[in-house]
Structures are given as structure tokens and as C-alpha cells.
């Protein structure tokens, strides 16, 4: 595998179900940042790790917790979702100290369907 | 705060032909980055081009230009010999020079881009 993947692409839950999204990224990047993404809104920065430190958190719900174990995987458990959560989940990655302009590398996302 | 505004929700071009997509953006920076990303159907964003805004000169990658200009705050995307693979959604985003913002990007809504053949 090679760049950032994610697993599942495509993933159906209750509104009490307890699921997660995994990320990860081949890249020997240092930073990982999850989005979300819904239709007519511009892309929502929701989690940053650096060096697995979590560095920003942009007032994200409870019901959303991630997890970087290391600088290579990413997490975000999902528990007591609600529809409007439905959306595209996308896990990006870039390395902080090699070039100043930063380039994310993204993967392809995981499609969100709360029910 | 900054935003950037990508006001062509869609757009369509003849295959061969050459499309300029639109971005403004504002901000009371000097220094900073912008960004054109391209995520086609298959859903996996990718950067197409960036431009340093302490850069006069516009970045160019292949088939691929940009039109910025400072003072306007403008920072369009032109594609040449367009192809049908160059369909998809065009996102124009910004990041400020500045470390201490986290190296966070700001986005527009994007604009969706055919190809017709």
C-alpha cells in the first residue's frame, strides 16, 4: 500500500451503534488531520496530530474521538452518531518540517451514511 | 479571519479547449499559501498546484497555470488542452505563512468541472 488509505470506504450505522474509522498513511509523515466533508459546505478541519499529539480540536462533538496511536495510524471512533453526521470522512497526513507551504496527501475517504 | 470563494458552483469545457476556474480569497496577510486541489469521482483529493503568495512569478505544472494576483487577492486556475480525465471537483485553499495557525487550511466550496467530449 502506498500514500494514505482508509478503511471502510463506505459505512452504514444506527445511532447507537459504536463503529471506527482507521487511517493510514505510508508516507513517513509526522501529521495527520481528519475532515469532514458535506455536501454545499467548505471542507471542516475537525482533528490535528502532530508527532501524535492531538494540537487541534475545531469544537468537534464527543460523539467524534479520535485516536493516533503513532505517527503512521489514525483513528476516530464513532458512537451515538446522529444523520446529520452523514457525510465524507477524509484522513490527510503531511510531514510539518520539510517544506513551509506543508502539502496534505489525502486518502480517499470514508462515506458516512448515519441512519 | 480568512475565506476564500470560489463563485463558479460548476463549470464545463469542450475537451482540447482551455477553462479558467475562479478563486478570491481574503485575508490581511502578507505572507501565505494557496492552493488549487483537484478530487475527481474516484473521491481521492490531490494537489494540483500551489503558489507562494511572496512569489510574483505564477506557477505552472504542465498543463496547469495559475493567474495570481496579490492585490486583488485572485488566484484563478487555468487548464489548457483540457482531457476528459481533468473532470472533477476543484477546491482553491489557503494557509497562512504563519506557524503558529497550526498549518490549518482554509477552503472554498469548490467547482465542479465536465469535460465534454
Known amino acids: 500500500e502506498t500514500g494514505v488509505t482508509q478503511t471502510p470506504r463506505h459505512l452504514v450505522m444506527g445511532m447507537t451503534n459504536k463503529k471506527s474509522l482507521k487511517c493510514e498513511q505510508h508516507l513517513g509523515h509526522n501529521a495527520m488531520y481528519w475532515y469532514k466533508q458535506s455536501a454545499k459546505k467548505p471542507l471542516e478541519l475537525m482533528f490535528v496530530?502532530?508527532?501524535?499529539?492531538?494540537?487541534e480540536n475545531n469544537s468537534v462533538p464527543s460523539r467524534f474521538s479520535p485516536e493516533c496511536p503513532n505517527s503512521s495510524h489514525l483513528f476516530l471512533h464513532l458512537h451515538t452518531l446522529q444523520p446529520e453526521d452523514s457525510a465524507l470522512y477524509l484522513c490527510?497526513?503531511?510531514?510539518?518540517?520539510?517544506?513551509?507551504?506543508?502539502?496534505?496527501?489525502f486518502g480517499p475517504g470514508t462515506r458516512l451514511t448515519v441512519l | 479571519a480568512q475565506t476564500v470563494t470560489q463563485s463558479q458552483p460548476e463549470m464545463s469545457v469542450q475537451e482540447a479547449e482551455t477553462v479558467t476556474l475562479s478563486c478570491t480569497y481574503d485575508t490581511s496577510e502578507s505572507d501565505y499559501y494557496l492552493f488549487w486541489y483537484k478530487q475527481p469521482p474516484s473521491r481521492q483529493m490531490i494537489l494540483v498546484i500551489r503558489q507562494e503568495a511572496y512569489k510574483q512569478q505564477n506557477a505552472t505544472e504542465n498543463r496547469f497555470s495559475v493567474n495570481f494576483q496579490k492585490a486583488a487577492k485572485s488566484f484563478s486556475l487555468k487548464i489548457s488542452d483540457s482531457q476528459l480525465g481533468d473532470a472533477a471537483m476543484y477546491f482553491c485553499?489557503?494557509?497562512?505563512?504563519?506557524?503558529?495557525?497550526?498549518?490549518?487550511?482554509?477552503w472554498g466550496l469548490g467547482t465542479s468541472l465536465a469535460v465534454n467530449p
Open positions: 496530530y502532530n508527532f501524535k499529539e492531538q494540537t
Open positions: 490527510a497526513s503531511s510531514h510539518r518540517d520539510r517544506e513551509s507551504y506543508n502539502e496534505q496527501f
Open positions: 485553499a489557503y494557509r497562512s505563512a504563519n506557524a503558529g495557525n497550526n498549518r490549518k487550511l482554509i
